[in-house]
């Protein structure tokens, strides 16, 4: 063979080898990425199963109080002819200062026969209990007061005694010792808080309230608007005595 | 034809994108796996779509951040891999300027289950914002030089690595 023949062989054998690396690569990228799709395709399917799953453990073990209304998401305190909607988290800090700022004066207009005060526990802040969940058991546990007629109470010493934020909360011991520092004594009570009765409840009472497109707490709403004061912050008493006369027209 | 002089830099350089951009999404995705609801309630507080879709979007979200970095990390179909990270990061960009430009007070939910701020705290979507363009700048890199070092796609193509 002369020496341009075997150049000419080198040369084609080296193009034929450069073709089988080229389909090699077009092959394993085409598989790669059939595999990244369909990995992905499976994290969504278990994303999706589990979320249904978790849907379906609420639903099947839900309890709704007997005396709850809107749907069996809030408790109403009061008959006036203004209904004021209260979103709270029982680890809220910024609904604890609520509770302080304006709680007199709304506890006064229950009393004037002014409002209806709906109260709705919800628990957007479990992350914040070193995952003891506080704000679902407290939600429960105000679910289980209202079952023996002492939301407001209940309700006002879990403010009092609020726990720091990222603490571990109040332990289920701790709630049933304050419920019994406003006079709830029974059995009944200590037995729902320690066996979670109404934790699917408060659950489902955050469901409400993120799909009614709201999604901080305290949120405050005067016959069916939102009441916010300036800048997205929390009202003020005034503004909120103002809002609720305007409302009784 | 491919010169052997050429220094291999850029392997080294999208191996470190790689992996730094596997442990963005292996993070995003772990600190919200574990609760899907707040996961959800941080979707629906961007007040983009109903909170029935906001659901499943915050849901399903968490594996598929997690199934991501978990490709990356492994480096399958790397290009396939970044280009999708680049398509997410676009979305939670324009989905935070869409919430910056409409003056909503939120958290992002980018590393944490997010929601609404409590008074006092400052929403920070500059830096969000500044932040993701950076993992977007890591996805750039591997979707231009999506060669890198220890990966699966490198033992398949049969490079020596």
């Given amino acids: 063979m002369s020496k341009g023949n075997r150049d000419r062989a080198e040369k084609a054998r ?19 990425s059939v595999a990244v799709v369909a990995v992905l395709v499976i994290a969504g399917l278990v994303g999706y199963t589990t979320l249904s799953e978790q849907d379906k453990a609420t639903t099947g073990a839900l309890v709704t109080p007997a005396s709850a209304v809107d749907d069996g998401t809030a408790f109403a305190v009061g008959t006036g002819p203004v209904t004021v909607d209260v979103y709270e988290d029982f680890m809220c800090p910024i609904c604890n200062n609520f509770e302080k700022q304006s709680g007199a004066t709304l506890k006064q207009l229950i009393t004037d026969k002014k409002i209806t005060m709906r109260y709705h526990p919800v628990s957007i802040l479990d992350d914040a209990s070193n995952g003891t969940q506080y704000s679902t058991r407290a939600a429960g546990a105000a679910a289980a007061a209202a079952d023996e007629g002492k939301f407001t109470e209940f309700h006002d010493v879990l403010y009092a005694n609020q726990p720091e934020e990222n603490s571990d909360g109040l332990g289920n011991d701790k709630i049933i010792e304050l419920a019994k520092s406003v006079g709830l004594t029974s059995d009944k009570f200590a037995t729902a808080v320690n066996a979670g009765t109404y934790k699917p409840w408060a659950t489902k009472v955050t469901e409400t309230f993120s799909s009614r497109g709201f999604d901080g707490t305290p949120t405050i709403v005067i016959n069916g608007t939102k009441l916010t004061g300036p800048k997205d912050t929390v009202p003020t008493t005034d503004l909120i005595t103002q809002t609720i006369a305007k409302a009784a027209g | 034809m491919e010169t052997t002089t050429r ?5 080294w350089i999208s191996t470190l994108a790689r ?42 979200q968490p594996f598929l951040e997690i199934a991501l970095g978990v490709l990356l990390l492994i480096g399958l179909s790397t290009r396939l891999t ?37 008074a006092g ?31 699966i796609d490198g033992a398949l ?5």
Wanted: glycine share 10%.
């Fill in chain 2, 19 to 60: 992996l730094g951009l596997a442990a963005v999404w292996l993070v995003a995705g772990a600190t919200k796996v574990g609760d899907l609801a707040a996961s959800a309630r941080a979707v629906n507080a961007y007040d983009l779509m109903s909170y029935d879709v906001a659901k499943v979007v915050g849901g399903v």
């Fill in chain 1, 14 to 32: 080296r193009i034929v080898e450069q073709q089988k690396a080229a389909d090699k690569r077009r092959k394993v990228t085409l598989w790669t």
């Fill in chain 2, 157 to 161: 193509m049969g490079e020596s690595s």
């Fill in chain 2, 82 to 118: 970044a280009t999708i990270s680049a398509v997410l990061l676009v979305i939670f960009i324009a989905g935070i300027v869409s919430a910056w430009s409409r003056g909503l007070r939120i958290d992002c939910g980018c590393f944490s289950s997010g929601g609404e701020l409590g």
């Fill in chain 2, 7 to 11: 220094p291999a830099i850029w392997p």
């Fill in chain 2, 121 to 151: 705290r400052n929403t920070q979507y500059g830096l969000d914002i500044l932040r993701d363009l950076g993992f977007l700048a890591l996805s750039g890199i591997l979707l231009w030089r999506p060669r890198s070092r220890f990966s």
